[in-house]
């Protein structure tokens, strides 16, 4: 299993980046793109992200340890569940995992310069065994 890892910019830096989908009960799957982050304690789509999409998340219930600090914007983390996750490897097959995901809410009010990012934490990468990797000069996510 290797899924391609690119450079974009987020947050005003470089970071690495990932495509997948979230398949979310009967509705098709939904693309979102995340930074992997092997620093953030949770795996979480951005509240930005879901404007648009029809997965409801105001009612949902804040974990313990939220809020979350992502720069100066405090975050409530909140828990959506676990839900199937589809990433395409280099061979364009598409790789199922199934996780907890979060939903990222600023508690600040107004509008923000930029947009927050979904971010793919270190609670992936572990429970799934990941590793990024470099190989030619191009990074992958891999199964240990």
């Known amino acids: 299993m290797d899924v391609p890892l690119y450079e974009g910019k987020s947050l005003g830096?470089?970071?690495?980046?990932?495509?997948?989908?979230l398949k979310f009960k009967s509705l098709p799957p939904y693309p979102f793109s995340a930074i992997v982050d092997t620093g953030c304690p949770f795996t979480f789509i951005s509240e930005d992200s879901l404007k648009g999409k029809r997965i409801p998340y105001s009612e949902l219930k804040t974990i313990d340890k939220s809020p979350v600090s992502l720069g100066f914007v405090?975050?409530?983390?909140r828990e959506l569940g676990n839900y199937k996750i589809f990433f395409r490897d280099i061979n364009n097959q598409l790789i199922e995992f199934e996780h907890p995901i979060y939903v990222g809410v600023p508690?600040?009010?107004g509008h923000l310069l930029g947009k927050i990012p979904c971010f793919i934490g270190k609670d992936f990468i572990d429970k799934h065994k990941l590793s990024i990797i470099t190989k030619e000069g191009k990074r992958f996510l891999c199964k240990e």
Not at 13 to 21: A, E, G, H, Q, T
Not at 74 to 77: F, R, V
């Open 13 to 21: 830096f470089d970071r690495i980046l990932v495509n997948f989908s």
């Open 74 to 77: 405090k975050l409530d983390i």
């Open 107 to 109: 508690l600040i009010k």
